[in-house]
C-alpha cells in the first residue's frame, strides 16, 4: 500500500536510494512482487515524490492485484509533477485499474482528459482501448486499439485488444482474421483462442483444435491459461460435433478453476437470508411516475437470456442500453462510507445501518454521466443484480425490474460452459456449487416476486423464444412502453456486445440453446438428481416451476 499519513521522509544517502531501486527492480523482475513494493516504500520515505520508487510500488501492486493499487495510483499522480512523463504514465494506468474495479465514470473522465491533453504513446492508446471497452464504450475502445495495433503490429496485448474490440463492435469476421493472425505469431495465447472458440460455430473443415492442444502440451503453462484452454477445446470440440471430447475437456477445465477459486458456500447463504430478512414490507406498491431517467433492471442468472431481453428494449426509441455496470453496489458503499472497492458480502451489508436510499440512487445516476440515458428509460442488465432487487426498489420507486428465467437445466448448463472472468460465478465450475446456488437464486426471486407484485415482471425464456411477437408486447405493456415493431428485431440493434452472448444476439431469435443440455444428459445425471430433489426439475430434467 501507499505511505501511511504522517509519516516523515528519513535521511538516505543518494548512493543508498539508488540500491533499493535496483534491488527494488530486480525482484520485480523475478516476481517477488511484495518484495519489490518493500524496497519502493522504503525510497518513498526518505523521499516522498521520487517518480521511479512510484512507478515499482504502483507497478508491483498492479500485478499482485492489490486493493491499495488505486489509491498508490492516486497517490503518485498528487506526488509526481504533472510534467514528468511518470505522471502520464500512471495516469494513464489508473484509468484501467478503475475501469476493472467498476468505477467506470472516473476512468473515462480520467481517459478523456489525458486523450484531449496529452501525446499518447501506441502503448497509451492500447491501455485507454482496454478502459473504454470495459467501460462500455465501445467505438472509443475500437478506435484507440486501431491507433496502438498500426504501430504495434502482433504486440500480444495491442493485437488482442483490437480483436476484442472488433468482435463486440459485431464485425466478427475481422476479428476471426485478427485472432487468428496473432495466434499465428503467438500459438500458445490461451486467451486467444478462448475469445476466439466463441466468435462462431466452428466446422470440421475450420477449427483450432490443433492449434489448442498442441498449446496444451506447451511446457511451463500456467493453471490459468490450461483452464482457458480447455475451454475452448470443449467449444470448437462441441460444435463439430465430438462431444465426448467436449465434455472431458469441460470436466477438466471446470476442474482446474474451482481448485483455484472454490465457491464460499456459507458465506453465499449468509448473505442471501440477510436480503431476504431486511428487505421486507413496503416494496409492492406500482411503479412512482418519477423523474427521468427511469431504470429498468434486467436481472437473472448469467446465460439466461439477459442480453437478448436488452437488446429487445435497445432497439427501442425511448430507452437507452446501459450495459452492465457495477455502479449501483458501489454506491451503496459510498453512500454507508465503506471502502470503495469489493464486492458486497454479509459482513458490507451489515455495515450499511440506515443508509438513505435516495442518496444511493443519485450516486448511481452519477455513475452514468460518462454516458448519460438521454431517453426516458435507460436499461442496467448486471444478471447477478436479482440480489439487490430489494435495494434498487428503496432507491428507485419508479423503476421497473424484468427477471428472465430459463429452463434449470439449461441455465445451469448455460453457466457451467462458461469461463467466467475477475472470480465471478464462483458456483458454475461444480455440480454441488450450481445446485446450491440456484437453490439460493429460487428463493431470492421467490421473495421478490412476492414482495413486488406486479413490478417485478417474470419473464421465460422458452416462451419468448417460441412466440416473441405477444411476449414482446406484453413486456413493453408491463413496463410502460409502448410497442415498437423494431423491438421485435434485436439481432438489428445497434451497439456492442462484450457479454458472452455477443455473437448469439446477433442472430435472429432462435431454438438453438434449448434443451441444449441433453446433449451431455449422461454427465449432468448427477446435477439433475440434485435439482430434482429439490423440487426444480421432474426426472426428465424438465422444468418445475
Known amino acids: 500500500m501507499s505511505l501511511p499519513p504522517g509519516n516523515r521522509p528519513v535521511p538516505i544517502a543518494p548512493a543508498d536510494v539508488a540500491g533499493l531501486l535496483n534491488e527494488g527492480q530486480a525482484r520485480l523482475r523475478r516476481g517477488d512482487l511484495p518484495g519489490a513494493a518493500d524496497f519502493a516504500q522504503a525510497v518513498l520515505r526518505a523521499a516522498p515524490h521520487h517518480p521511479d520508487a512510484w512507478v515499482m510500488l504502483c507497478a508491483a501492486l498492479m500485478r ?12 503518485a499522480l498528487s506526488a509526481i509533477p504533472v510534467t514528468h512523463p511518470a505522471h502520464s504514465m500512471l495516469a494513464v494506468e489508473r484509468t484501467r485499474v478503475l475501469a476493472k474495479r467498476g468505477r467506470y465514470g472516473e476512468a473515462v473522465e480520467l481517459a478523456n482528459l489525458l486523450a484531449s491533453q496529452i501525446r ?10 482496454s478502459t473504454y471497452s470495459t467501460a462500455g ?27 476484442l474490440a472488433l468482435r463486440h463492435m459485431g464485425r466478427i469476421g475481422d476479428a476471426v482474421d485478427a485472432f487468428e493472425s496473432l495466434l499465428a505469431a503467438m500459438p500458445t495465447h490461451a486467451l486467444a483462442f478462448l475469445t476466439l472458440a466463441d466468435c462462431r460455430r466452428w466446422t470440421r473443415e475450420h477449427n483450432h483444435i490443433a492449434g489448442i492442444e498442441s498449446a496444451l502440451m506447451a511446457p511451463g503453462l500456467a493453471p490459468e491459461d490450461a483452464a482457458r484452454l480447455k475451454y475452448a477445446l470443449f467449444k470448437e470440440a462441441h460444435d463439430i460435433g465430438e462431444y ?4 472431458q475437456a469441460l470436466t477438466d477445465g471446470a476442474g482446474l478453476v474451482n481448485q483455484r477459486t472454490p465457491y464460499k458456500r456459507a458465506e453465499r447463504t449468509a448473505f442471501t437470508e440477510f436480503l431476504i430478512d431486511h428487505f421486507r414490507g413496503g416494496l409492492d406498491a406500482p411503479p412512482a411516475d418519477g423523474p427521468a431517467p427511469v431504470p429498468i433492471f434486467i436481472v437473472g442468472l448469467p446465460r439466461s437470456g439477459t442480453t437478448l431481453v436488452e437488446r429487445i428494449f435497445s432497439a427501442h426509441p425511448d430507452v437507452t442500453d446501459m450495459g452492465e455496470t457495477h455502479g449501483f453496489s458501489l454506491s451503496m458503499r459510498d453512500a454507508a462510507g465503506l471502502t470503495r472497492f469489493g464486492e458486497l458480502d454479509f459482513d458490507t451489508m451489515q455495515k450499511l445501518g440506515n443508509v438513505d436510499w435516495s442518496e444511493v440512487g443519485q450516486r448511481y445516476l452519477r455513475t452514468l454521466d460518462y454516458r448519460k440515458p438521454v431517453t426516458r428509460f435507460f436499461t442496467e442488465k448486471l444478471p447477478h443484480n436479482y440480489h439487490l432487487v430489494g435495494a434498487m426498489r428503496r432507491a428507485f420507486p419508479q423503476a421497473r425490474f424484468v427477471h428472465l428465467r430459463r429452463a434449470p437445466m439449461d441455465s445451469l448448463f448455460g453457466a457451467y460452459k462458461i469461463l467466467f472472468g475477475e472470480e465471478s460465478y464462483l458456483w458454475s465450475y461444480r455440480f454441488e456449487d450450481l445446485a446450491h446456488a440456484y437453490g439460493l437464486y429460487r428463493r431470492i426471486t421467490d421473495h421478490w416476486r412476492c414482495e413486488l407484485g406486479a413490478s417485478f415482471v417474470d419473464l421465460t425464456l422458452e416462451e419468448l423464444i417460441a412466440d416473441p411477437e405477444p411476449h414482446i408486447r406484453q413486456l413493453l405493456a408491463r413496463t410502460g412502453l409502448e410497442f415498437h415493431a423494431d423491438c421485435l428485431s434485436p439481432h438489428t440493434a445497434r451497439g456492442g456486445v462484450s457479454t458472452a452472448s455477443s455473437t448469439q444476439v446477433r442472430q435472429p431469435i432462435n431454438s438453438q440453446g434449448v434443451g441444449a443440455w441433453r446433449r451431455y444428459a449422461e454427465g449432468f445425471v448427477p446435477l439433475r438428481r440434485m435439482l430434482e430433489a429439490d423440487g426444480f426439475v421432474d426426472a426428465s430434467g424438465d422444468p418445475v416451476w
Open 64 to 75: 499482485m492485484g492489490s486493493a491499495d493499487d488505486d489509491r498508490a495510483l492516486a497517490d
Open 120 to 129: 499518447l504513446s501506441p502503448r497509451q492508446h492500447d491501455i485507454l482501448s
Open 137 to 163: 464504450l465501445f467505438e472509443k475502445g475500437l478506435s484507440h486499439s486501431e491507433m496502438a495495433a498500426a504501430t504495434l503490429g502482433n504486440d500480444p496485448s495491442a493485437a488482442y485488444n483490437r480483436a
Open 244 to 247: 465426448g471430447r467436449a465434455w
